[in-house]
């Protein structure tokens, strides 16, 4: 049974993560203010303190490091990808801890989709800079794996966007769905099952995880908005992006991934068709 710490346990993705991982592994999270867990193996820290990073790796010993934090929003976003990113990589390399680093496809322009591991990132917010800006230091170590991956949604509990977008429908508020943004959702299964496989492997270097299907995020939406049964719409509309604050197309070649994983790489249709039996 291997040691993992999960950085971000807290987040989204953590929450969902940090069980099944304690089924087989040895675990240990961080979080940074709140603690929804409230599980023995949570430790809280800063990230971006380089001496408390270290040494919660010193004592813990991690045979395999998933970091899972740093999210787009918050006004220390950058910050905290970039600082916590070094410290977390300083971490794993003076242990010789294998990292598995989550990045993301927003790290493309989207205009020359679909984008492979070869492609080399070209950012167009400040989210995407600080996440470029994460993998050129996660390379400096020679044991870990980049997952660039997209859109995270669970059947079991609300995505921030779902969330958002219902919390502002039932209050009357407009919003609009772009029909011109292309992503690749990944149900949050998928991801957990394709990392945990990832523990052990040899394949070291970038990997696209994400799901076959390719939809727009209106098209998303409505499939999240239709499974959580969100019947106010009235203020809903659809229309494409024209404020260049995101990229557009951010499809994901998965060919590599496919080939190595054994893990399937479901879209969102045969995520919605297996649980609606």
């Not at 099944?20 to 971006?48: I, M, S, W």
């Not at 011109?180 to 099952?193: C, F, G, K």
Request: hydrophobic content about 40%.
């Amino acid at each position: 049974m291997s040691r993992i710490l999960i950085t971000g346990g807290s987040s989204y993705l953590g929450r969902h993560f940090v069980p099944v991982a304690k089924l087989t592994h040895q675990v240990a999270y961080t979080y940074f203010q709140n603690d929804p867990l409230q599980d023995e193996c949570g430790y809280q820290v800063d990230l971006r303190q380089e001496t408390a990073v270290i040494n919660l790796v010193r004592s813990w010993q991690p045979d395999t490091i998933i970091h899972l934090a740093g999210s787009n929003r918050g006004p220390d976003m950058g910050e905290v990808i970039r600082l916590g990113t070094s410290h977390i990589t300083k971490a794993a390399q003076a242990i010789g801890a294998r990292l598995i680093h989550f990045s993301t496809d927003s790290i493309f322009r989207g205009d020359k989709a679909p984008y492979d591991e070869t492609a080399v990132p070209d950012p167009v917010n400040e989210y995407g800079f600080a996440k470029s800006d994460a993998e050129r230091t996660v390379q400096t170590h020679p044991n870990y794996v980049i997952m660039r991956t997209s859109l995270i949604y669970s059947l079991q509990e609300m995505d921030h966007g779902t969330h958002w977008m219902c919390k502002a429908l039932r209050a009357g508020q407009d919003i609009t769905l772009f029909n011109n943004q292309i992503r690749n959702p990944v149900w949050v299964d998928t991801l957990i099952s394709a990392t945990l496989e990832l523990v052990p492997h040899l394949y070291t270097g970038i990997l696209n995880i994400a799901g076959s299907q390719s939809l727009t995020r209106a098209e998303f939406s409505l499939r999240m908005l239709d499974w959580w049964k969100i019947k106010e719409r009235q203020t809903l509309y659809i229309a494409p992006s024209q404020n260049g604050l995101w990229p557009l197309d951010c499809q994901l070649d998965l060919r590599r991934a496919k080939s190595i994983l054994n893990t399937t790489l479901l879209g969102v249709d045969d995520v919605l068709a297996q649980h609606s039996e």
